[in-house]
């Protein structure tokens, strides 16, 4: 006759000090009287089964003690775990107000989270961002990384979603911005402001003084030869001055920038530097074509202006290609010389190369430089839209 089952779960060691489990399910089995004769059963060695559980386990509580905010919800996408920090960032008592509730409750761009359901249904996962809701209401910003659980034959379990507040982030990043955009701003206005004063002091004191000087000369004193020759040539160092000046104004701030526009601004820098540096700049600039904004169209002078400096003062360039394009909302600035090259992932970045990628950030867009010995290319590219002369014929 058999007696009550037995089952039990063990570990033993073995001879080699590893640990492995076993479960027993055994009978007692007993003679006529009822005393035990001996057991008669099955031993397992469920060792991987224990490892796993343990690995739940584990995997469990970390779920349970992470920052990130965890969310699982089953395929109709209601709440079927939260982790306290869910609890916590949304702002309800305890897990118990959420299980069971409709995932929308818990985002405040519905249709937006909607497209997410379907691209985790289609591709698996979602990165990005989301603007969710509190259960007082208020909003904040998170970014989420959901996933479609599967299991081991592909078949779809749950969804899960984890989540972290980008609130402050967003804010950092915005008031930073704005901090960059003023202070560029502040930068150009400094500039007119120099160039202004440049040009009606020393520039009118220059061609005053360029004025007495050649009225010296003039047939109406009488000056010794000597003299006269002397004082051409100071007539044609302030001549040169002038020029200079000029020069030098027009590089703290193009007039032309604003009148014309950047294709204008960019064939006169052109022109500028080919008198200058004997450096042969080819535009392939399609002028008054149209305006962008005036953010844009300073960083991108900006930009220009630097990388042509650039190109000459320590590529020893002797060509230039500057061209500046519009294609599918972007307006595109690239500027290649011929020059001996440098390598941009290891150049200590002076104040230039520093200065273009923030002019690019600060608009939105972005700056790649790329270069090797007889061909460097810098590159601006950013979002912008181009107002035709005849929509507004002002900006
Ligand atoms: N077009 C170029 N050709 C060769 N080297 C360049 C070029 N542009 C930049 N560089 C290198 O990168 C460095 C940093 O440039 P930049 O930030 O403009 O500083 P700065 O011009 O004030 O020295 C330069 O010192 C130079 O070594
Ligand atoms: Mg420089």
């Avoid at 305890?94 to 519905?110: H, I, K, Q, S, Y």
């Avoid at 937006?112 to 969710?132: M, N, P």
């Avoid at 967003?170 to 440049?198: F, I, N, P, S, Y």
């Avoid at 060509?319 to 992932?345: E, Q």
Wanted: glycine fraction near 8%.
């Amino acid at each position: 006759a058999t007696g009550q089952r037995l089952e039990v779960e063990y570990r033993m060691f073995t001879r080699d000090g590893q640990v492995r489990w076993f479960r027993d399910e055994a009978s007692i089995l007993r003679d006529d009287a009822g005393r035990p004769l001996g057991l008669q059963g099955v031993m397992y060695d469920i060792t991987e089964r224990k490892r796993a559980e343990e690995e739940l386990i584990v995997r469990n509580s970390a779920i349970e003690a992470s920052l990130n905010a965890i969310a699982l919800t089953d395929l109709k996408c209601h709440l079927t775990y939260v982790n306290p920090s869910f609890v916590r960032l949304w702002g309800y008592d305890g897990p118990e107000e959420l299980l069971g509730r409709r995932g929308l409750t818990f985002v405040a761009d519905r249709s937006h989270l909607q497209k997410v359901v379907r691209a985790v249904r289609s591709r698996g996962h979602w990165t990005g961002e989301l603007v969710a809701r509190r259960k007082d209401g208020s909003t904040f910003d998170v970014l989420v990384a959901a996933n479609m659980v599967r299991d081991s034959l592909g078949r779809p379990v749950c969804l899960m979603a984890s989540a972290l507040d980008v609130t402050e982030r967003k804010r950092a990043e915005a008031a930073m911005k704005d901090a960059q955009r003023r202070l560029t701003a502040a930068r150009e206005e400094e500039r007119r402001r120099l160039a202004g004063e440049l040009h009606d002091s020393v520039g009118q004191a220059l061609v005053a003084m360029k004025l007495a000087v050649s009225d010296l000369a003039g047939p109406a004193r009488s000056q010794r030869p000597q003299e006269v020759e002397a004082l051409a040539r100071v007539a044609e160092q302030c001549d040169g001055l002038i020029h200079e000046i000029r020069g030098i104004c027009r590089g703290l701030y193009p007039p032309t920038l604003e009148s014309l526009g950047l294709a204008s601004a960019l064939h006169q820098l052109a022109s500028d530097f080919r008198a200058r540096a004997g450096v042969e700049v080819r535009h392939m600039v399609r002028p008054r074509e149209g305006r962008f904004s005036p953010e844009v169209e300073i960083a991108l002078f900006r930009i220009a202006q630097e990388a042509v400096t650039n190109a000459v003062k320590h590529g020893l360039a002797d060509r230039v290609r500057l061209t500046l394009s519009h294609h599918a909302g972007r307006a595109m600035l690239t500027v290649t010389d011929n020059g001996r090259g440098f390598d941009p992932k290891t150049a200590a970045k002076g104040v230039g190369l520093n200065m273009m990628a923030e002019r690019m950030r600060a608009v939105g867009g972005e700056l790649e430089i790329s270069s090797k010995p007889g061909c460097t290319r810098v590159r601006a590219r950013v979002p912008t839209r181009l107002i035709l002369p005849e929509q507004d014929p002002k900006s």
